[in-house]
């Protein structure tokens, strides 16, 4: 099981920006299709955006333009630049990670936009 451990959450005013970080453990991180989702109170929760081994990005609708997903294989850690933060962002955000034979979760972080 691929533990992972996010950061970076916060209060942010409309406009703003946050840097999610999430840390993963093994050897293999390289290897692993990693994702965020987010859930807002009362919603489902919904992929934001994912990155594959290869580099492959895509990002759901509402957020391409302001957010940015990257990876760093070196540190396992994988990245989401939120710009120009809106108060429908707000929610708790997850890190994903799928290994190909299973998928792990992170604790969540939580994002409020508010002001």
């Known amino acids: 099981q691929v533990q992972l451990v996010e950061s970076g959450g916060g209060l942010v005013q409309p406009g703003g920006s946050l840097r999610l970080s999430c840390a993963a453990s093994g050897s293999l991180f390289r290897l692993y299709t990693m994702s965020w989702y987010r859930q807002a109170p009362g919603k489902q929760r919904e992929l934001v955006a994912a990155?594959?081994?290869?580099?492959?990005?895509n990002y759901t609708d509402s957020v391409k333009g302001r957010f940015t997903i990257s990876r760093d294989n070196a540190k396992n850690t994988v990245y989401l630049q939120m710009n120009v933060l809106k108060p429908e962002d707000t929610a708790v955000y997850y890190c994903?990670?799928?290994?190909?034979?299973?998928?792990?979760w992170g604790q969540g972080t939580q994002v409020t936009v508010s002001s």
């Open positions: 990155i594959t081994r290869d580099g492959n990005i």
């Open positions: 994903h990670a799928d290994t190909g034979l299973r998928v792990s």
